[in-house]
């Protein structure tokens, strides 16, 4: 499927830069943890490349600072049980590819 090029919200356009292969820049799947084209194994990011390429792929979020609004979505996601989890310091994956681990309910 081609990258839409409807708005994204910060969230979406931060589980889409996750998802996109870095060597091939194809798309992946929900949990996938490898390129269903070439192969590659989607790592987790630094948050300020994470930051950036999703500021990038998602214009005119609001506020001043796009890539700090960013990062904060990160740090309350991964805290709340979120779809973005923290492998290292400063460094993000997607929880989907981590299993269900912290997973709390809603309500
Ligand atoms: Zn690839």
Redesign the pocket.
Known sequence: MPVAKKKLTGRQALVQVLRT??????V?EEGARK??????ALKPMKTKELCAEAVAIAPGLKGKTPEATMAATLAVSNKRGGEFVRTAPGEYDLRERHGRRRARAAS
Do not use: I, V, W
């Not at 292969?21 to 194809?26: K, L, R």
């Open positions: 292969c870095t060597s091939c820049s194809a992946a390129c269903a084209s070439c192969g590659a």
